[in-house]
Structure formats: C-alpha cells, structure tokens
C-alpha cells in the first residue's frame, strides 16, 4: 500500500467545495481545507505507485477550482 499527502492549491473561495468533492473520490483517505500557501490537504492511498498517480492525474487534478498540486509520497525510514 502506497499512501501519500496531496498539496493543493486552488482558486480564491474555492478550498472548501474542493475539499469536499475530493473527499468523495475512492482511495482518498481524508480531505481537508486548510490556511497558508496551500488550500487543502489530501492524504491518498493507493496498492502501487502507478495507481496512485492515476488518482492523482486522472480524478484529483480534474476536480474544478485546483490551479496546482504536490504530490508527497509517504516513506518509513
């Protein structure tokens, strides 16, 4: 299982329906709007790390209102 934290920014007032349309989407764990340069913080998983970037191409980054994402795997050391 690959998990990871997804930075998003988004467009002015948008975090909050960003965040909860998000929040929907199979293999996000939580999704939460958030204050600094980032607007909403996504931790995902996934089984492989292909799989988890399709998430992240195909259904996180086509939600409305995202301008830009970071994508921060989860690694133990």
Same mark, same amino acid.
């Given at each position: 299982? !690959?998990?990871?934290? #997804?930075?998003?920014?988004?467009? @002015?007032?948008? %975090?909050?329906? !960003?965040?909860?349309? #998000?929040?929907?989407?199979?293999? @996000?764990?939580? %999704?939460?709007? !958030?204050?600094?340069?980032?607007?909403?913080?996504?931790r995902a998983q996934a089984d492989t790390v292909d799989e988890l970037g399709r998430l992240v191409v195909a259904k996180v980054q086509g939600v409305d209102g995202i301008t830009r994402t970071l994508t921060c795997p989860v690694v133990h050391l």
């Open positions: 299982m !690959v998990q990871a934290y #997804i930075l998003i920014q988004t467009d @002015v007032g948008k %975090a909050s329906t !960003v965040a909860e349309t #998000i929040s929907k989407i199979p293999g @996000v764990i939580q %999704a939460e709007d !958030v204050t600094g340069p980032y607007d909403v913080i996504v």
